[in-house]
């Protein structure tokens, strides 16, 4: 039993963390392919930005979230998701939108968003610095431990407070997308110009509405990841280096431009990655007697070290590229 509570601490919980923010991040990422037609790689760097801007307003206000028991962080959360919207509605308008209006090719809006990661990463280093912060500024993390209900367990199922958090604003975040995106006539028209922009021009629709629209959803969705993942973990400038190609590869895999195949494919990654991390010996130990005496184990069974987690996601991007170009839920091609 030992061994099957470690399994859910370091498979089950890891990758169920690990999927929530590879799903928020990767859903941004979708919309906008699905709206602008272009991979947007500065869309890591928001969410680091959302984070910085969570940490600055939790070390400006540090006793705003003690009156009612919740980390300050998250109190400032909202407002950190207006400031990065705003961002990205700012570049947009800045960068992206002349581009669109002299006609230019995909594959230049995307080195153009290289341009944009380059210039948000050193903004981020400078105002932030080189090392890692705890956005837990006036209070401590909480651990639960829960212990399961049989005789003999002496590891208990370990859940942080951010995972607690992070597990029911996911949960939310995707049921009110798919409310937006099914019930109002906003996320109608951001459906018929994901399938169709000519025509949705031409029936009326306001194209440069659903573009900020747009920004603005994927850049909050990347201050709730940015900054629920900086709480569970820590803050560090170059977190979008670690974030960047598993939520391309979530997208990809759930299908460039469907919403939904993006929350699948966040999850698919994050349990990609705790599976492959995992010390598949541990849970032989039980049936190591059963064995043939010749039959003898190492010690680490893991199919990558930790350090080499991030090859991954690259693995699953270039199998899925290569199996299904269009993804679990049959996307856009690339």
Known sequence: MNELVFFINNVVVAGSVSGSIYAIGAVGVTLIFSIMRFAHFAHADLMTFGALMALLLSTAFPAAGASIGIPTALIMLPLAMVL????????????????????????????????????????????????????????????FRLALPFDGVRVPVVITEPQLYLFVITLVAVIALHLFLNRSRLGKAMRAMSDNPELAQASGINTNLIVAVTWVIAGGLAAIAGTLLSLDVTFKPDLSFFLLLPIFAAAIVGGVGHPYGAIAGGFVVGFAESLAVFNWNILLRPFRDSFPAWLELPTDLAFVSTEYKIVVPFFILVAILIWRPTGLFKGKVI
Do not use: C, N, W
């Not at 002299?102 to 995307?110: E, L, R, S």
């Not at 290289?114 to 705890?134: D, N």
């Open 84 to 143: 990065t919207a705003a961002l990205a509605v700012g570049i947009d308008k800045v960068f992206y939108k002349p581009l669109r209006a002299h006609g230019v090719k995909p594959i230049v809006m995307v080195i153009g968003s290289l341009g944009v990661t380059l210039i948000l990463q050193g903004l981020i280093r400078l105002f932030a610095g080189t090392s890692g912060q705890s956005l837990y500024v006036d209070d401590r993390k909480e651990i």
